[in-house]
Nanobody
Framework: DVQLQASGGGLVQAGGSLRLSCVISGFSSDDYAIGWLRQAPGKQREGVSCISFKNGYISYTDSVKGRSTVSSDRAKNTVYLQMNNLKPEDTAVYYC???????????????WGQGTLVTVSS
């Protein structure tokens, strides 16, 4: 079974940085993509970033572009989301999820890890 473990959240002041990690296990193929999503209190879940191991595709939602970088360490089966210049509106529970359908994109995120809370104080 595919399992994802997200970590790295915490409390940070506005302008600070955090690096979230997502460890992936139970999947030996390169035919998948990992998405980072977040859900703020009282708001709908939104996609933050996507990285594909199938075709190298990377994307960011507009609100984090220029402030965030998604990367991977294949040897550690880990995907990272580096977030800089954090803003109070970045406060949310962040999740990583996997699309193992072979689409090459974050279209069918059916495998989810538990969330990690990011709190940005003003």
């Amino acid at each position: 079974d595919v399992q994802l473990q997200a970590s790295g959240g915490g409390l940070v002041q506005a302008g600070g940085s955090l690096r979230l990690s997502c460890v992936i296990s139970g999947f030996s193929s390169d035919d998948y993509a990992i998405g980072w999503l977040r859900q703020a209190p009282g708001k709908q879940r939104e996609g933050v970033s996507c990285i594909s191991f199938k075709n190298g595709y990377i994307s960011y939602t507009d609100s984090v572009k220029g402030r965030s970088t998604v990367s991977s360490d294949r040897a550690k089966n880990t995907v990272y989301l580096q977030m800089n210049n954090l803003k109070p509106e970045d406060t949310a529970v962040y999740y990583c999820a996997a699309d193992v359908s072979g689409s090459g994109y974050c279209r069918y995120l059916e495998e989810w890890g538990q969330g990690t809370l990011v709190t940005v104080s003003s």
